[in-house]
T-cell receptor
Framework: GQQLNQSPQSMFIQEGEDVSMNCTSS?????WLWYKQDPGEGPVLLIA?????ELTSNGRLTAQFGITRKDSFLNISASIPSDVGIYFC??????????FGKGTRLHILP | DAGVIQSPRHEVTEMGQEVTLRCKPI?????LFWYRQTMMRGLELLIY????????DSGMPEDRFSAKMPNASFSTLKIQPSEPRDSAVYFC??????????????FGSGTQLSVL
């Protein structure tokens, strides 16, 4: 079945650094979604991408829909402590399902 | 506005006991999803409903798991009998229409299940 592979699995960075993570798929996706999960909470949608090559920003977050439609990237600029959490890529698979990658865990060192 | 509400937040039970997890979706949302989250497997879709009808339960691990949606404002996920390997965080999510047409899933805060 369709799978989403995220890298890196975890990141340890200093506050103020920029962050880059990506997500790849063995098959084409027509929509890419990025969710963030804060500790102890459910995931929340950050950015949705609908077209190959699309670049979308949400504050300090920028996401891109890869032109091959098999990958997507998420960047966070000037990280702050509240950016800590798990970042998931996701996309529709089949009729009405949304599948998720295993996530990238972001840790910010004091 | 109230979001997706799940209860209980935490459940600790002994192997062999029945466990019932509850979910109230956002009012007006047509689709409801149950996910399970573990470190090893990430977020797995267990089952989803559209207009209270189960559409795809292929993610349900085995017969010990069952889910119902008796009306538009309530769903349950039941495990009977529970086993230690069922320990995980179980999330309920809802969306306005089917996920393929409206990709915005709204998640509850989850139920942390521990089976001893």
């Amino acid at each position: 079945g369709q799978q989403l592979n995220q890298s890196p699995q975890s990141m340890f960075i200093q506050e103020g650094e920029d962050v880059s993570m990506n997500c790849t798929s063995s098959s084409i996706f027509n929509t890419w979604l990025w969710y963030k999960q804060d500790p102890g909470e459910g995931p929340v949608l950050l950015i949705a991408l609908y077209k190959a090559g699309e670049l979308t920003s949400n504050g300090r977050l920028t996401a891109q829909f890869g032109i091959t439609r098999k990958d997507s990237f998420l960047n966070i600029s000037a990280s702050i402590p509240s950016d800590v959490g798990i970042y998931f890529c996701a996309g529709p698979a089949g009729d009405d399902k949304i599948i998720f990658g295993k996530g990238t865990r972001l840790h910010i060192l004091p | 506005d109230a979001g997706v509400i799940q209860s209980p937040r935490h459940e600790v039970t002994e192997m062999g006991q029945e466990v019932t997890l509850r979910c109230k979706p956002i009012s007006g949302h047509d689709s409801l999803f149950w996910y399970r989250q573990t470190m090893m497997r990430g977020l797995e879709l267990l089952i989803y409903f559209n207009n209270n009808v189960p559409i795809d339960d292929s993610g349900m691990p085995e017969d010990r798991f069952s889910a119902k949606m008796p009306n538009a404002s309530f769903s349950t996920l039941k495990i009977q009998p529970s086993e230690p390997r069922d320990s995980a965080v179980y999330f309920c999510a809802s969306s306005l229409t089917g996920a393929a047409t409206n990709e915005k899933l709204f998640f509850g805060s989850g139920t942390q299940l521990s089976v001893l």
